[in-house]
């Protein structure tokens, strides 16, 4: 069985293979629409406090997690 599969997927494998067409679109050049100062701001402050939220929530925590409830 594992033969007549191994020979299927050699015989099929480079016709799939050839059907693929890498495209890369590479613009240069001014943007078409800026971004505002306030917008770029508000999106870095959101991204650091979603990186930053959960650590901190642990690192407060630390006191809770080294309770024992014997």
């Known amino acids: 069985m594992s033969g007549v599969l ?13 059907n ?10 001014p ?4 971004i505002s100062i306030t ?7 959101l991204m650091c406090a979603v990186v930053v939220a959960p650590a901190s929530w642990i690192l407060m925590n630390i006191p809770n997690y080294k309770k024992r409830d014997d």
């Open 31 to 34: 943007p078409k629409h800026q």
């Open 6 to 18: 191994r020979s299927v997927i050699t015989k099929t494998a480079p016709a799939v293979r050839s």
């Open 39 to 45: 917008e770029k701001v508000g999106v870095g402050v």
């Open 20 to 29: 693929i067409t890498q495209k890369a679109n590479v613009m240069s050049g």
